[in-house]
T-cell receptor
């Protein structure tokens, strides 16, 4: 039962470099999400995909792009990394059941931008 | 503007006693609330949820109470166990939107 798998788990980048964070889920969920978590703060939504073929901005989308490659995969791209993007990134997926759509999370990618 | 606030960064409770974690919100449009638990180096795990049409939801040792007039919810854990030591996040959504707004979390420490 893999659930939500994120790669890589850790990454160090230099300012200006680009990077794609990968996420895949095996629960056949329609919706997928990308969050960032900074120290002392809750998770903040970067982008989400309500269903395959759609993507929408969340609370903090600037500096990021996403691709919903297929139903299983949702990637997050940093085109030109900045130190302010140093964070832990979480991917999640969800499906509506009985009106509830709790999100299931991967274990995160710890990204440092020097 | 923090729409979901968890004002206690940490809470220490004796094993076997009740743990009460609190969450306040400001947006009256929120109609769905969730609690997540997070261990270090792992992603958050869904615990329990409550719709705004209810004032209580129970699942085993976990009970969530919602006071809409006070815009306040709480998570009760009875009895507290060592494995409950984790960071607990409160999250809310409006109009069944996909976007969850998260609190900053409360670190719960269960003392033996």
């Amino acid at each position: 039962n893999a659930g939500v798998t994120q790669t890589p788990k850790f990454q160090v980048l230099k300012t200006g470099q680009s990077m794609t964070l990968q996420c895949a889920q095996d629960m056949n969920h329609n919706s997928m999400y990308w969050y960032r978590q900074d120290p002392g703060m809750g998770l903040r939504l970067i982008y989400y995909s309500a269903s395959e073929g759609t993507t929408d901005k969340g609370e903090v989308p600037n500096g990021y792009n996403v691709s919903r490659l297929n139903k299983r995969e949702f990637s997050l791209r940093l085109e030109s990394a900045a130190p302010s993007q140093t964070s832990v990134y979480f991917c999640a997926s969800s499906e509506v059941r009985n009106g509830v759509k709790p999100q299931h999370f991967g274990d995160g990618t710890r990204l440092s931008i020097l | 503007d923090q729409q979901v606030k968890q004002n206690s960064p940490s809470l220490s409770v004796q094993e076997g006693r009740i743990s009460i974690l609190n969450c306040d919100y400001t947006n009256s449009m929120f109609d769905y609330f969730l609690w997540y638990k997070k261990y270090p180096a792992e992603g958050p795990t869904f615990l329990i949820s409550i719709s705004s049409i209810k004032d209580k939801n129970e699942d085993g040792r976990f009970t969530v109470f919602l006071n809409k007039s006070a815009k306040h919810l709480s998570l009760h854990i009875v009895p507290s166990q060592p494995g409950d030591s984790a960071v607990y996040f409160c999250a809310a959504s409006a109009n069944s939107n996909y976007q969850l707004i998260w609190g900053a979390g409360t670190k719960l420490i269960i003392k033996p």
